[in-house]
């Protein structure tokens, strides 16, 4: 085979290898030199006249990855090392990792190894790609550097892919947009990130890919135009605080572009978050760069109105992956944009991944630093026992760290661990905070109890006087001395509420100087329709029952007299298929149930009233569904009963001006138990969750019951109505009230 190798090849093949020494020298002292020489001679003899599927040299391969890994990601020798020779085992049976071994010693055996493993993983044709990606990251275990030369060799793959069959290309493509892709973001490399995943598209579905990038090209004059007018007085600014910087306009890429379209089903023209600005600049040493990016930021908002919600200061808090940047949203000539503020090193971090970090750093520590940070990954993995995907869930949830940091509204700082809701944030501040929370907002968005919640989240937590914990909220929280907490509050609740009616009973028995004695409660039980004591308790304390008719049912059958009835009571109790007591009760009433329905005092106001049957004295209704705390007007119609419709109903209009005689006035009184038809329309911008989280306030909302949710998308525009139960108005404006807060909805309105 070395006779294939021509003297011209050697010439390439030696011109590329002195390119990626050129970039080693910077910070990679003679000892590593000599190595990385070792490794190019031992790769170039394994590859030796064997050619890719373009033609050219296998060797510029392992170089070019090398390069990648040197220049674009910036790790140190061993990692160059490491990704000359990739693929010298696998392709070369005459050199062995004991090999590799003897020469490089245990490290860069080590990461060989692990790079053969999971080309041989790859290339079986099976192609299971979660059982690929748990093979990689059983890897991630050992070396991180193994995952890091990984993706610079799928990087380099795919920037030569065209030369591959067109079934490999749709197959490496897909692996690459599952794997690869999000594997580099976990990292922090957004750039190749962002890379891979324009060139799985471009081969994935190629005309998409190309109308987006000729748009984006034909639309760049138009950009830069723009830019320069936004920019200039920024820049003018900047200069006059002699500042050093640098900026630019940063146009989303193909991938990100087609993303948002497919997602928000929207056009082209309808992105228009197409483009950043950037802000680079140079630290002085004095001050430090946090104070420094709120400068420019109080710059940029001096000129521009700035949209305070859109905030994010990635600088107290970096992302988990490294991220680090003062990001906010300015209002100019009518179009919002986002500027990104940060430092040289900020930039080299989120361009790079985070071990660009080390760059920074004094060169003899350097590796050393990215063992160290290599290690702290590795910590936090967790033990594989689980099948692939969830293994995959797990990684994700673990990759950095097993716990998060979260910030009250004043600062203070709380660590939980991953996957923790709202609902233990409030009970980790404090158990009244649990108890009476409602919702939230997290970085000043709103969300629900069971929101869950990342690293460096600012949460305040919203309360109301009236919020009691629910049963449900044992399924929002995660922590288990939540759960207890939550538990504990429900038990309370019903006791409070026992204890709370016992006195109000004994205080009216007291009133009418009635002693306590059984045949009281069992009466007062039958006349209010509960099954015994302490639901007449629990009821009175809970405020689902009322004292207001008290002493009627008292006087109506004094104690003494009522004997009889009560056997007859308790007959019926125990002779299945019979009315209930209650029913014989309420045939007994002589004054109130017999006025309701046959003649009604027009002169009174007519009590919108329930019963504990949970059936109403009058009836609603559904021309224009009537809640109580709405503006009413009754009507008394043919068989003696009261009907309500809303004030500006149209059909009550029209019965008003027909039948005059019979309007009635009308009055509500509160209702407990029984629920009311309700229907809300609403419309905002469509976006990925917008659903979720309307379901997820109407479903938190207590007093609130849904009946039906429909919700049609078109051209961006999210449109929907949804039919629901409610007890008032009052729980059906702040219902409204909380929909219209969610991002993205324009209007909520009741029908
Ligand atoms: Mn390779």
Known sequence: MSELQTHDDEILIQGKFEELLKLCCNNTNEEGIALIRKAFDIANEAHKGIKRRSGVPYILHPIAVAKIVVQEIGL????????????????????????????????????????????????????????????????????????????????????????????????????????????????????????????????????????????????????????????????????????????????????????????????FEEIFDLFAVRIIFEPTDIIPERTQCWHIYSIITEIYQSKNERLRDWISTPK??????????????????????????????????????WRYKDDTAQEEEVDRWLAKIRDVLVSPETNAVEYLDQFRLNLYSSEITLFTPKGKTIILPKGVTVMDFAYTIHSRIGDKAISAKVNHKLVSLSYILNNGDQVEVLTAETAKPQRVWLEYAKLPRTKSRIEAALKAEVQGHIELGRKLIEKKLSEFNVEPQSRVFIKLCAAYGVANKRELYSKVGAGIIELDDFEKQLKKNPPQKSAIYWGFGLIQKIIPGTKKPIKEDETQKTDETTTETTKIDKKKTFLLKETFEKKLTYKTENCCNPIPGDNIIGFEIDDGQVTVHRQECPEANKLAAEHGDKIIKVKWTTHKVQSFLALIDMRGIDRIGILNDTTKIITGEMNVNMRKLNVESHDGIFEGTIELYVHSIEDLNNLITKISKIKNMESVRRL
């Open 320 to 357: 988990t992956n490294g991220y680090e940047a003062l990001h906010c949203t300015v209002m100019a000539f009518g179009v919002w944009v986002e500027v990104q503020i940060r430092t040289k090193r900020m930039e080299e971090i989120a361009e790079r991944g985070f071990a660009a970090h």
């Open 76 to 267: 140190g020798y061993k990692s160059i090392c490491a990704a000359l020779m990739h693929d010298v085992v696998e392709d070369n049976p005459n050199f062995t990792i004991d090999l590799v071994k003897s020469v490089f010693g245990e490290t860069i055996s080590y990461i060989v190894d692990g790079l053969t493993k999971i080309d041989v993983a790859f290339d079986k044709e099976k192609s299971n790609q979660a059982e690929n990606f748990k093979r990689i990251l059983l890897t991630m275990n050992d070396d991180i550097r193994v995952i890091i030369i990984k993706i610079a060799d799928r990087l380099h793959n795919m920037r030569t892919l065209g030369s591959m069959p067109v079934e490999k290309q749709q197959k490496i493509s897909n692996e690459t947009l599952f794997l690869f892709a999000p594997l580099a973001y976990r990292l922090g490399f957004f750039k190749i990130k962002s890379e891979l995943e324009d060139l799985s598209l471009k081969y994935l579905m190629p005309e998409a890919f190309e109308e987006i990038d000729a748009k984006i090209n034909a639309t760049e004059a138009g950009r830069q135009d723009f830019f320069d007018k936004f920019i200039n007085p920024i820049e003018n600014k900047l200069k006059e605080s002699n500042i050093k910087f640098n900026t630019s306009a940063r146009t989303k890429s193909v991938y990100s572009v087609w993303n948002k379209m497919r997602t928000k089903s929207v056009n």
